[in-house]
Structure formats: structure tokens, C-alpha cells
């Protein structure tokens, strides 16, 4: 089985624009979550979908957004850029919830 | 909500001797305790759980251990060897379709 896929690996852009990730889970999983890494805060949860509906959210401004398509494939969107939303950003896929999640490689997000 | 705490930050040790780290958590729902390991560019890898109705778990040169009471469990790794050498990850969740908590991570580093 292909693992959890991200695209794309590195990404860099300035203050103010819009940015969106994609992640691609493992065949058959159907709970997507995304966390968002930094040197001083470790792993930070954002959000997680299951069949296309946010079922939990983290700690995180509105500018921090997802949906989940019906193939559940999962994209994230980040608008009104600032320089502290540098960091990597994780999908976690699971069959239906949070449990047993597996990570893919993240996309490398920087502000400039 | 649930807060998990993680020591220590670093930790070195000779190759072949044991490490262990060690976690707290907050919130006497959770009963789903997994541990990540991350490799440099890479997500975090599922390398071991444990539910709050065991209180220990093998698997090979890794263990976890759990103690509800006191509300810590810790990563045993024993027989270290230069591959794991990264950072791990502790985390608590109530299980189901509840979020998962992380630790802020141990940054493992083992000297041939």
C-alpha cells in the first residue's frame, strides 16, 4: 500500500499571500488530520476530517482552513500569511479516527 | 483539555546501553498512548501504543510502560543502536474519534 502522500515538499512564500497543501492518504483511510510542527512548539493538531466533515479543531486561527474532498483526499489553506506560520506541516491518515495515525513527510512551509 | 508533558529534551547515551523517557499527561479520559519516532526529513513513525487496560507492552529492544494512577507512561529502549538516533514522541488520547495530544519530543541521540 502507497503511504500518505504531500504535495508539495517545499513551498516558500511571502507575508500576506495564500498558500494550500494537499495530502493524499492511504487507500481505504478515511480520517485525515493536520498538525502543524515547529522547533518550539512540537506537533500542534489543526484539524481533522472524516468523510468530508471537520470533526475536530485545534487551537488555530480562522486564516487556517481544510475540507476534505469524497475520495478523501485532503487539502489545507493558509491565508493572510505571517512570518510564525513557518514551519512543517504534517497530514496523519487512519481508517476512521485518530488513532493509529500515519504521518506522511510533511510540506516545508517558509515565510518570507 | 489534555496537556502531556515530556523529559527530557535531549538525551545521549553510549551505544548499547538503555534510554528512557518519560511523559505525563492531564486528562484521566485518555486511555490511547502512542509513541512516534522522527527521522531527520522524515513524519513521525507509529513504533509503539499502549492501552490503559495493559500496563506494559513489548516489542523487541522497545517497551512502554503505564501507570493510570499517576497518569505517566515511559519509552524503554534498550541495546541502543546508532539508527535510533532521532526524536520520538509521546501522546494521550481518549481514544475513538478524539484528538491526539503530543509531547513537545525527545531529541535521542546515540554515540557509537
Known amino acids: 500500500k502507497a503511504g500518505v502522500t504531500q504535495t508539495p515538499r517545499y513551498l516558500i512564500k511571502t507575508r500576506g499571500q495564500q498558500v494550500t497543501l494537499s495530502c493524499s492518504p492511504i487507500?481505504?483511510?478515511?480520517?485525515v488530520s493536520w498538525y502543524q510542527q515547529t522547533p518550539g512548539q512540537g506537533l500542534q493538531f489543526l484539524f481533522e476530517?472524516?468523510?468530508?466533515?471537520?470533526?475536530n479543531k485545534g487551537n488555530f486561527p480562522g486564516r487556517f482552513s481544510g475540507r476534505q474532498f469524497s475520495n478523501s483526499r485532503s487539502e489545507m489553506n493558509v491565508s493572510t500569511l505571517e512570518l510564525g506560520d513557518s514551519a512543517l506541516y504534517l497530514c496523519?491518515?487512519?481508517?476512521?479516527?485518530?488513532?493509529?495515525?500515519?504521518f506522511g513527510p510533511g510540506t516545508r512551509l517558509l515565510v518570507l | 483539555g489534555e496537556n502531556v508533558e515530556q523529559h527530557p529534551s535531549t538525551l545521549s547515551v553510549q551505544e548499547g546501553d538503555s534510554a528512557v523517557i518519560k511523559c505525563t499527561y492531564s486528562?484521566?479520559?485518555?486511555?490511547?498512548f502512542p509513541w512516534y519516532k522522527q527521522e531527520l526529513g522524515k513524519g513521525p513513525q507509529l513504533i509503539i501504543d499502549?492501552?490503559?487496560?495493559?500496563g506494559e507492552k513489548k516489542d523487541q529492544r522497545i517497551a512502554v510502560t503505564l501507570n493510570k494512577t499517576a497518569k505517566h507512561f515511559s519509552l524503554h529502549i534498550t541495546e541502543t543502536q546508532p539508527e535510533d538516533s532521532a526524536v520520538y514522541f509521546c501522546?494521550?488520547?481518549?481514544?475513538?474519534?478524539?484528538?491526539?495530544?503530543f509531547g513537545i519530543g525527545t531529541k535521542l541521540q546515540v554515540i557509537p
Open positions: 496523519a491518515s487512519s481508517w476512521r479516527g485518530q488513532e493509529t495515525q500515519y
Open positions: 487507500s481505504g483511510h478515511r480520517s
Open positions: 476530517y472524516f468523510s468530508e466533515t471537520q470533526r
Open positions: 486528562d484521566s479520559a485518555s486511555n490511547y
Open positions: 499502549i492501552r490503559s487496560n495493559v
Open positions: 501522546a494521550a488520547s481518549p481514544g475513538g474519534y478524539q484528538k491526539v495530544t
